[in-house]
């Protein structure tokens, strides 16, 4: 005979002998009441009235029926729990040495209580098995892990140094002459300014952990050979076969970078394996962003300066273009200074001439005054040179009114003439502007207005600072037993969910 067999037997025999004492007791019990209700019958006086000993003989078969009732529902109950210990004992088969455990059933109380039967118990739960298993996990996925990363960080694991600086990106500005007298002062004796530009230091802050920064410190340093020594444990070491794409998210895990936007302050940290390399590294980390900040001011700078020589050759081609002009518009008009040349000179000449004609006439009037004959010779020859003196001017003013030829005005000439100088003034102040503002484009080339400055600079570390070893053994434990009672939570719910 099996194991399970003999502790079904053995469960079934607890049963029966249960539910045989319940039930002798039960008709104990149900004796008394009757054997009671006999003799006090027999003992009544033949005086006494039937119907009461008709009502109390219904009452007692009243309470017969219902303790038939309350055995009967025992017994099914009984039967249903043996059904249950049967399907126990074939489903889970319990060890040897905890046999005599499990076949020890609770008694099922049968207890009549004036009105109830005591609820049966729950047959035992067998956790022999599940409670190896939990251990069995425990140990796998928590006190294993723990003793593999105990072992790492103490006699594996590599030191690693920290070499630190900070440092802050300055732009150089004019000083506000409304701010106060003392700064209108300075801003007069041309006194600058530094203040702190946030998207200069985001942007420095970032280059520090970007590819761009990996690639020239490779040029420099070759810091990948220096992360990649024989040394360093083969976890933290790197595999200087990789593409450089891992080493950039290699990188990106041993340097830090971050900017406080209150203090204004950006601090970096670089790890590595020796106290010399770590120092190497934040010193050419240095050196690079001072190079990145002074490209990104040299090279506005230097657009201003070709737009500016751009302006003043295109002026200079114009006066250039006007100049010429001028000289093929002399050369077709014969005049080298229509201004000075005809119109001064013929003025002066009309001028005389007048002043000459009002002299003729004043001594002809005065003559004529004097009661002289207008056939006197003196006066036929005054009159004479006043008629010549009204032609001459007639002819000056038709000259200064006309050309040689007498087919174009004088006027219109000098006109033409005056536009084409009016455009070479016009060109020449352009082109002045125009190399006033390439030599300030200059002068702020070669000038420096963003500067890096680190106000801590990097220093040799003398110890190193990870790994936390007793921290991260910590945390890897802490994990490992979340995951592990998270997992153990759910496996349960599932299997009482099918249950």
């Known amino acids: ?106 008694p099922i109380p ?68 409304s701010s106060s007298s003392l700064s209108g002062l300075a801003s007069l004796l041309g006194a600058t300014s530094a203040t702190s530009n946030s998207a200069d230091n985001f942007m420095v802050t970032e280059y520090l952990t970007s590819r761009q920064v990996a690639d020239e410190l490779q040029a420099n340093i070759k810091v990948r050979d220096l992360y990649s020594r024989p040394n360093v444990d083969w976890w933290a070491r790197f595999d200087r076969l990789q593409p450089m794409e891992k080493f950039v998210s290699y990188w990106q895990n041993m340097v830090t970078a971050n900017y406080d936007q209150i203090t204004g302050v950006a601090v970096a940290q670089v790890r590595a394996f020796t106290p010399d390399d770590a120092y190497l590294i934040a010193t050419t980390m240095v050196s690079l962003a001072e190079k990145l900040v002074n490209e990104i001011s040299t090279r506005p700078r230097m657009d201003a300066v070709k737009f500016a020589e751009r302006e003043v050759k295109r002026a200079e081609d114009r006066l250039r273009q006007i100049r010429t002009q001028i000289g093929d518009y002399r050369d077709k008009e014969s005049l080298i200074e229509p201004n000075s040349s005809v119109v001064t000179s013929n003025n002066t000449l009309a ?29 036929v020859n005054l009159r004479s040179r006043i008629a010549a003196a009204r032609e001459q001017l007639a002819a000056v003013e038709a000259q200064i009114a006309n050309s040689k030829e007498g087919n174009r005005s004088l006027s219109s000439v000098v006109g033409q003439y005056e536009q084409l100088d009016l455009d070479r003034q016009f060109a020449q102040t352009i082109l002045t502007s125009a190399v006033q503002t390439l030599e300030q484009a200059r002068a702020s080339a070669i000038s420096q207005h963003l500067y890096v400055t680190p106000f801590v600079r990097p220093a040799r570390p003398e110890s190193s600072t990870y790994p936390n070893r007793i921290v991260s053994i910590l945390t890897i434990g802490l994990g490992c037993f979340f995951i592990w009672t998270i997992g153990l939570l759910v496996v349960r719910s599932i299997r009482e969910h099918l249950a």
């Open 1 to 106: 005979m099996s194991d399970a067999e003999q502790r079904r037997l053995a469960i079934l025999s607890s049963l029966e002998a249960q539910l045989d004492g319940s039930a002798g007791e039960r008709r104990g019990r149900a004796g008394q009441p009757a054997q009671s209700a006999a003799g006090g019958g027999a003992e009544r006086q033949p005086g006494e009235q039937q119907p009461e000993n008709r009502q109390s003989g219904g009452g007692q078969d009243q309470l017969l029926r219902s303790h038939r009732d309350r055995s009967e529902r025992n017994q099914r109950r009984a039967a249903a729990l043996a059904r249950r210990a049967e399907a126990a004992a074939k489903q889970e088969p319990v060890a040897p040495r905890r046999l005599d455990e499990v076949a020890r059933v609770t």
């Open 110 to 177: 049968q207890v009549f209580d004036g009105n109830k039967v005591e609820d049966l118990p729950p047959l035992p739960q067998r956790g022999g098995k599940r409670s190896v298993v939990t251990f069995l996990s425990f140990l796998l996925c928590v006190i294993l892990p723990t003793m593999v990363a105990s072992v790492y960080y103490i006699f594996v694991a590599s030191n690693q140094y920290v070499s630190e600086f900070r440092f802050a990106v300055r732009e150089l500005s004019q000083t506000s002459a």
């Open 351 to 379: 001028q005389s001439l007048r002043a000459t004609l009002v002299q003729y006439q004043t001594e002809l009037a005065a003559l004529t005054n004097q009661k002289l004959r207008p056939d006197a010779p003196y006066i």
